[in-house]
């Protein structure tokens, strides 16, 4: 048994296509499926940028599995160009990638001073290849070392290089 108001499994009222264009919507109407009369902002904006005899052929070029893909493209980049009628979704793809080369930027920043504060606060050893054996490092004889806060192994040569650094 048919149910009241509804024909061959579809709602009696148009699809938001044909109420725009104000005809009579047939059993194939290829708008029905994607613009359903509950949602008429979506043709009614397609429709402005596009045309609904473009829309109409770039859906009958198209496989079935296809042409909602293709819908929500349409809908898509008619919002972009409303919102920026030169650029569309270029300008917001545009405009992301920039924030994304920031953001970035900044988290490369932010890496390299966490690495830094890193390695400054913690005592590191220095592993330096040293030409010197132990039986050559001498202490210095005539020095009060208990006024020194920072002390360093003397070599032959004199260097004061350390192979301990904080």
């Known amino acids: 048994m048919r149910?009241?108001?509804h024909r061959h499994g579809r709602p009696a009222s148009p699809c938001a296509g044909c109420k725009l264009l104000r005809r009579k919507c047939v059993k194939d109407c290829v708008f029905a499926p994607y613009f359903p009369s509950k949602e008429p902002y979506k043709f009614a904006i397609v429709?402005?940028?596009f045309g609904a005899s473009n829309v109409n052929k770039m859906l009958?070029?198209?496989s079935e599995?296809?042409?909602g893909d293709a819908v929500n493209s349409m809908v898509y980049e008619a919002n972009a160009r409303v919102q920026d009628p030169v650029y569309g979704c270029v300008g917001t793809i545009s405009s992301l990638q920039r924030q994304l080369e920031a953001l970035q930027t900044q988290l490369a920043f932010a890496q390299a001073e966490l690495i830094h504060m890193?390695?400054?606060t913690l005592c590191r050893i220095d592993i330096k290849p040293?030409?010197?054996t132990p039986s050559t490092v001498?202490?210095?004889t005539n020095k009060d070392f208990s006024s020194d806060v920072d002390?360093?192994?003397v070599y032959e040569d004199g260097s004061g290089d350390s192979l301990w650094s904080c």
């Open 3 to 5: 149910q009241k108001g």
């Open 151 to 153: 002390m360093a192994f």
């Open 138 to 140: 001498t202490f210095p």
């Open 47 to 49: 429709h402005k940028i």
């Open 65 to 67: 599995n296809q042409q």
């Open 60 to 62: 009958q070029e198209l």
């Open 118 to 120: 890193r390695t400054s």
């Open 130 to 132: 040293s030409p010197y």
